[in-house]
């Protein structure tokens, strides 16, 4: 019996082991596999850090101690080809054009398989969306005057934004321009930016808004783009059965 039971423990030992490493690449193949450079949860901590925030607050509140210079400055020097540019630019910011033309662009590139302008289309309609809801309600909350009605930069009426006249902060051309090209701007290219400061000074030029005005809905705009331009590359992985989930 002696010189048998080493041999039997042996094979006893291989015998336990085959399900065991069996199992142990089953549970391998079907974890989820969280990669780093994937996955981004902080990416609200990247858009809207510090920095960021701090120049976008400074840019904001130098705004309004410009807003009577810069609409005086902007009043007395109309010209014919300001004018005409401003014209151009303000269709820009009009989300009855903007709207349809970013489904039209999300749908071309899902036409002809261009994932990179389908996926920049999309970012930019989420940021649009999500920006209207924001600016609207701080419209109505605020319910500041135009400039054209002469009653000066500081004249708010709180819930008292119910008609377009007491709709001026913030600029809703702003916003518009800024939420839809921001996305753009950041993958083709910086140039594009043009487009939506053309908007903001176009507003400021026809009288429709104050400089702090077209401040606060350019920094919505910007930042809701901004951050769903850059949420685009968060995925997680299902490795082994090579399933892929983007969010």
């Keep these: 019996m002696k010189h048998y039971s080493l041999p039997l423990f042996l094979c006893l030992i291989l015998f336990m082991n085959v399900p065991i490493r069996g199992y142990a690449q089953v549970k391998m193949d079907t974890t989820v596999i969280f990669q780093p450079t994937r996955l981004n949860p902080g990416l609200g901590k990247q858009v809207f850090n510090t920095e960021n925030l701090l120049v976008f607050g400074g840019i904001l509140g130098t705004s309004f101690l410009l807003d009577e210079w810069s609409n005086r400055q902007l009043k007395s020097n109309q010209n014919s080809f300001f004018d005409s540019y401003t014209n151009i630019f303000n269709e820009f910011g009009e989300k009855k054009y903007i709207a349809p ?30 920006a209207a809801i924001l600016t609207e309600g701080i419209k109505i909350v ?106």
Excluded: C
């Design 101 to 130: 033309a970013t489904i039209a662009t999300w749908l071309i590139g899902t036409a002809i398989k261009d994932e990179r302008l389908s996926t920049t289309a999309l970012n930019s309609g989420k940021a649009l969306v999500s």
């Design 142 to 247: 605020a319910g500041r005057s135009r400039p054209s009605l002469n009653r000066g930069n500081m004249h708010f009426d709180a819930f008292g934004g119910t008609n377009n006249e007491t709709k001026s902060f913030p600029s809703g051309h702003a916003f518009v321009s800024w939420a839809v090209f921001t996305p753009f701007a950041e993958e083709y290219s910086k140039w594009i930016y043009v487009i939506p400061a053309s908007v903001s000074f176009a507003r400021m030029y026809r009288n429709r808004h104050w400089f702090s005005d077209v401040a606060l809905g350019a920094g919505i705009g910007y930042f809701a783009g901004l951050y769903f331009h850059k949420r685009k590359n968060q995925k997680v992985l299902f490795d082994g059965n090579g399933i892929v989930i983007k969010f």
